[in-house]
């Protein structure tokens, strides 16, 4: 079992920038592929990124690619999620996922959600 809690999100002026963070429970986070996904009102949840058990492959939705960075610190149970340039059509809800045994490093089928953390751009 894993628990994870979102923190770091807000309400900010487009061109700004915010950090994620995403703490997880368990001694066992170093085994799963971590990733950030996205809700924007009436709209599905999308993936936005995705970083492999050590670290070391990083995936990205084209949307986010170049601004977003996704890191983790296994020795601190934490990922994170650096957002900049950002725009009113990053506003949504951001959650942490931790992977399924078959995801390397983009995640498809998270075995564990958090409660999402909102973020907010304005124009």
């Known amino acids: 079992q894993v628990q994870l809690v979102e923190s770091g999100g807000g309400l900010v002026q487009a061109g700004d920038s915010l950090r994620l963070s995403c703490a997880a429970s368990g001694r066992t986070f170093s085994s799963y592929a971590m990733g950030w996904f996205r809700q924007a009102p009436g709209k599905e949840r999308e993936f936005v990124a995705g970083?492999?058990?050590?670290?070391?492959?990083?995936h990205y939705a084209d949307s986010v690619k170049g601004r977003f960075t996704i890191s983790r610190d296994n020795a601190k149970n934490t990922v994170y999620l650096q957002m900049n340039s950002l725009t009113p059509e990053d506003t949504a809800v951001y959650y942490c996922?931790?992977?399924?045994?078959?995801?390397?490093?983009?995640?498809?089928?998270?075995?564990?959600w958090g409660q999402g953390t909102q973020v907010i751009v304005s124009s």
């Open positions: 970083i492999s058990r050590g670290g070391g492959r990083t």
């Open positions: 996922a931790a992977g399924g045994p078959n995801d390397i490093v983009r995640l498809t089928t998270p075995d564990y």
